[in-house]
């Protein structure tokens, strides 16, 4: 092969590598419906950037600490309710999903109404999920690791109900077929807005993923890839589980 020919063949390659920046964003390592869905919102809006996101995965707590002392560039998607215990992290302000918190009870059970009524029962919730460790601080409660040890301890009666994100529970409980035993109440605790955080040493990234987002949310464009994303999902879940009795 000619020189010229291989010289601009490397000169390609690198341009390409230098095209293709990575950022490295942490997230927990369950991977619930909720966290797929932010994962290829921000996959994309980062490839309009001309970075190629890489998630790392770790316990829901530990997540957090990982992104507030910089060992990743940022926190795939939180509450802003985490803010004040991780002061090194830059909230992009626009929401990139609305989650739904409700409980998970036996059907053969009275259902909880209302979040006051928490308090005579025991439940349980995931380690790390900040917001309902909050709304079940002086409650009675149980705190797991990861989501099917969450679903053990209400089916072995170790907790009354379980508090967690609708989208993953009925997730769950369709896809191990527990819909004849368990219920999830018809009308969510809370409503809570989703945002993505970056490390205050990745202010520039932060600063060029804002610009890009605002853009986004004020065309609509930001409204309806979130719309498709979760459509996306539903429907690959649904057709899934028709390959399954097929």
């Keep these: 092969m ?25 997230s927990i390592n369950e991977q619930t419906p909720r966290l797929i869905v932010s994962t ?7 490839q309009r950037l001309g970075y190629e996101m890489t998630v790392v995965n770790y316990p829901a707590k530990r997540s957090l600490l990982e992104v507030n002392n910089g060992s990743a560039n940022g926190e795939l998607g939180r509450a802003n309710i985490i803010e004040a215990d991780n002061p090194n992290l830059i909230r992009i ?5 609305i989650v739904k918190a409700v409980v998970v009870q036996k059907r053969t059970d009275s259902p909880i109404q209302k979040l006051a009524d928490l308090k005579d029962y025991r439940i349980g919730i995931l380690r790390g999920f900040v917001v309902a460790e909050q709304m079940t601080e002086n409650v009675t409660r149980e705190v797991y690791s990861d989501l099917p040890a969450l679903f053990k301890g209400l089916i072995y009666d170790r907790v009354d109900a379980i508090l967690f994100l609708k989208i ?4 769950y409980i369709r896809k191990h077929k527990l819909e004849n035993s368990l219920k999830i109440s018809n009308t969510p605790f809370l409503e809570i807005p989703i945002y993505h955080y970056l490390h205050k040493n990745s202010a520039n990234i932060a600063k060029a993923l804002q610009t890009e ?9 930001l409204q309806d890839l979130i719309k498709a994303e979760e459509n996306n999902f539903i429907e690959a879940a649904r057709i899934k589980a028709q390959d399954k009795k097929s």
């Design 40 to 46: 290829s919102i921000m996959r994309q809006i980062y």
């Design 213 to 221: 987002i605002k853009k986004m949310h004020t065309s609509g464009e």
């Design 2 to 26: 000619h020189k010229p020919i291989i010289a601009l063949m490397l000169g390609l390659i690198a341009s390409t590598l230098a095209q293709s920046k990575e950022i490295v964003i942490a």
């Design 168 to 171: 993953d529970l009925e997730y």
């Design 93 to 97: 302000p626009y929401a990139i999903g």
